[in-house]
């Protein structure tokens, strides 16, 4: 195992509609990051793991209702009690391949109806990403994918508005499977130190590639 002690970690997002392929995808590129013995760690959000996660987990089965505004504001603060712990770990060197970030907060909740903006802004301040990997499907055939697990968003409708918002979120960066338009209002403390060495080598890119 290669430990970066001198240089950070990599913050690594995989973007996408339910049944997007993500988890696969995560999982492919830790192996393949343990192959070259990089630190690497597969997270995901919503954590269901914590007490937020618990009352987002619950709302997603439909065993509560919420206010969508409420709902928004638990999965982003979710995101915030994980920060500090994700800032340790990449500056211990360890990168984070992360099921899920604030993409999916602003598109999942701007689909509900919400302003944009308003569901951007809660996530200022959290880490922004060096990659998002937006794993682009057409949301017919991720339905088609064995079906849903029957949570709350996973109807095709609403996943079309879903696609909808997240290309809506792409910016000048956007190269078909990379969004960035939030890093204008995630903070970089991370970023400031050493470039993360695993996003210099094109084979790390290409990981993605074979997807
Ligand atoms: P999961 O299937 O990846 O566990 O995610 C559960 C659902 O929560 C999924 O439909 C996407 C949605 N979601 C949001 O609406 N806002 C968020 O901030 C996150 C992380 C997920
Ligand atoms: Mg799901």
Not at 19 to 30: E, V
Not at 66 to 92: C, G, P, V, Y
Request: charged residues 25%; proline residues 3%; contains cysteine.
């Amino acid at each position: 195992r290669v430990e970066n002690s001198d240089s950070r970690g990599a913050l690594i997002v995989l973007e996408g509609l339910d049944r997007s392929g993500k988890s696969s995808q995560s999982n492919r590129l830790l192996s393949y990051l343990d192959s070259l013995g990089h630190a690497a760690e597969l997270w995901r959000f919503p954590d269901r793991t914590t007490s937020v996660g618990q009352m987002i987990s619950a709302y997603l089965s439909n065993k509560s209702q919420l206010d969508d505004h409420t709902i928004h504001l638990l999965f982003s603060a979710n995101r915030w009690e994980k920060r500090s712990l994700m800032e340790n770990q990449l500056k211990k060197g360890t990168t984070l391949i992360v099921d899920r970030y604030s993409y999916s907060g602003v598109a999942f909740s701007s689909a509900k109806g919400l302003d944009v903006e308003w569901c951007k802004a809660p996530e200022v301040g959290l880490l922004a990403p060096d990659l998002v990997v937006y794993l682009d499907i057409p949301p017919e055939k991720a339905a088609e994918r064995g079906g849903y697990g029957g949570e709350r968003y996973e109807q095709l409708e609403f996943q079309r508005q879903v696609a909808q918002y997240y290309q809506a979120l792409r910016d000048s960066s956007w190269k078909g499977t990379l969004l960035h338009s939030l890093d204008v209002f995630l903070c970089k403390p991370v970023s400031q130190m050493t470039m993360a060495p695993q996003l210099k080598s094109s084979a790390f890119l290409r990981s993605f590639w074979f997807l």
